[in-house]
């Protein structure tokens, strides 16, 4: 896919749940899909905001260790610029909620981000292998949980992958 690369971003700090999220512009984001889209006979529909998480809430309090200083320097020593590739996949995932089990779907779209590979193999090297094996994505479409299901490696996306898809 021939998609122009989002502006280099600088350090977005972490969000009120303690992550470190990048966000993505929402003009860069369309999709072939429209706005609702079904795939297999799941509906799912349109995020409204866009970001690549570049640490979970789990990482996030596990590389306090390092020192948001020093995470920051590190940050600024990236060309943190994510390009869209039109790689898609769906992802399920049964996530426990007050009322029980919720069905959660999302279609990510997978990002060339060499930045992110940078960033968490550092953080690997000096904390432990939690921050190995990203997964760049951005979440273009949800059901059940607004906020998407969450990718934090490798091994994640092998659990959750539905499969690869094709618009």
Same mark, same amino acid.
């Given at each position: !896919?021939? $998609? #122009?690369?989002?502006?280099?971003? +600088?350090?977005?700090? =972490? ?5 470190? *999220? @990048? #966000?993505?512009? +929402?003009? @860069?984001m369309a999709t072939p899909f429209g706005e609702r889209c079904q795939i297999d006979g ?7 905001? =866009? ?6 809430? %789990? !990482?996030? &309090? ?6 948001? #200083?020093?995470? &920051? ?5 990236? %060309?943190?610029? #994510? ?5 898609y996949a769906l992802l399920h995932e049964t996530k426990r909620s007050g009322s029980g089990l919720?069905?959660?779907? $999302?279609?990510?779209?997978?990002? %060339? =981000?060499?930045? !992110?590979? $940078?960033?968490?193999?550092?953080? +690997? %090297? ?14 273009? =479409? ?12 490798? &091994?994640?996306?092998?659990?959750? @992958? *539905? &499969? +690869?898809?094709?618009?």
């Open positions: !896919m021939d $998609s #122009p690369a989002h502006p280099a971003i +600088a350090w977005p700090g =972490f969000d009120a749940e303690r992550a470190l *999220v @990048l #966000p993505l512009l +929402a003009g @860069l799941v509906r799912l529909a349109r995020k409204q905001e =866009f970001h690549v998480t570049l640490l979970d809430r %789990q !990482m996030a &309090r596990a590389a306090a260790g390092y020192g948001e #200083p020093q995470l &920051r320097a590190l940050y600024a020593t990236l %060309q943190w610029t #994510p390009r869209r590739t039109g790689r919720l069905e959660c779907w $999302s279609l990510i779209e997978h990002l %060339q =981000f060499p930045a !992110m590979r $940078s960033f968490r193999t550092v953080l +690997a %090297q000096a904390l432990g292998p939690v921050f190995d094996d990203p997964v760049p994505h951005v979440t273009h =479409f949800v059901r059940g949980d607004p906020n998407g299901i969450g990718v934090p490696h490798v &091994r994640a996306l092998d659990r959750l @992958l *539905v &499969r +690869a898809v094709v618009p």
